[in-house]
T-cell receptor, first 113, second 117 residues
């Protein structure tokens, strides 16, 4: 089955800096890669996703890049703000209606003012 | 877009007691539904998923079970809770924005925080 590795497990940055979280996956059949943000005590919220037919996707300060050859994808947050502090999860799936998501173990991002 | 309800929001139960957590979805039809558990400070563990009424797939063998008696209702149960069952239980739904056949984009409900003492 699919295996998703996520690094780093914790990331501390100063407000205004950029943050990058990286994930690798094992199943070459995976073609859908979402990212979730989970604030303390809350549900995970989908923040951005990418499919294998594109290499990069942006949404304001957030971007995701995908390298299918190397089987890795990354989340980039620019101009970080204290409210970006949360746990971020990457995931991968084969993108069919009957597939399941395999999640990474999460990255705790701390943005200091 | 779909709305996911979960109840109760919090629950404290003694070891050995039964459990029933409910998840209902509005605004979509024929969704894929999922149960996840998240232990404190940990990642998301998929417990069960369902692609239709009465269809349940189990990912992790344990003392939990799931049922889907209606298209938009998903229930997580246990006959006897263990201390290790404590955690944050999340229901997720996968369906497109028009409420048509399920896709792979999952959205989470608000969760139930279970403490087993």
């Amino acid at each position: 089955g699919e295996n998703v590795e996520q690094h780093p497990s914790t990331l501390s940055v100063q407000e205004g800096d950029s943050a990058v979280i990286k994930c690798t996956y094992s199943d070459s059949a995976s073609n859908y890669f979402p990212w979730y943000k989970q604030e303390l005590g809350k549900r995970p919220q989908l923040i951005i996703d990418i499919r294998s037919n594109v290499g990069e996707k942006k949404d304001q300060r957030i971007a995701v890049t995908l390298n299918k050859t190397a089987k890795h994808f990354s989340l980039h947050i620019t101009e970080t703000q204290p409210e970006d502090s949360a746990v971020y999860f990457c995931a991968a799936s084969q993108g069919s209606g009957y597939s399941t998501l395999t999640f990474g173990k999460g990255t705790m991002l701390l943005v200091s003012p | 877009s779909q709305t996911i309800h979960q109840w109760p929001a919090t629950l404290v139960q003694p070891v050995g007691s039964p459990l029933s957590l409910e998840c209902t979805v509005e605004g979509t039809s024929n969704p894929n539904l999922y149960w996840y558990r998240q232990a404190a400070g940990r990642g998301l563990q998929l417990l069960f998923y369902s692609v239709g009424i009465g269809q349940i797939s189990s990912e992790v063998p344990q003392n939990l079970s799931a049922s889907r008696p209606q298209d938009r209702q998903f229930i997580l149960s246990s006959k006897k809770l263990l201390l290790s069952d404590s955690g944050f239980y999340l229901c997720a739904c996968a369906a497109d924005t028009a409420g048509q056949l399920s896709t792979d984009t999952q959205y989470f409900g608000p969760g139930t925080r279970l403490t087993v003492l």
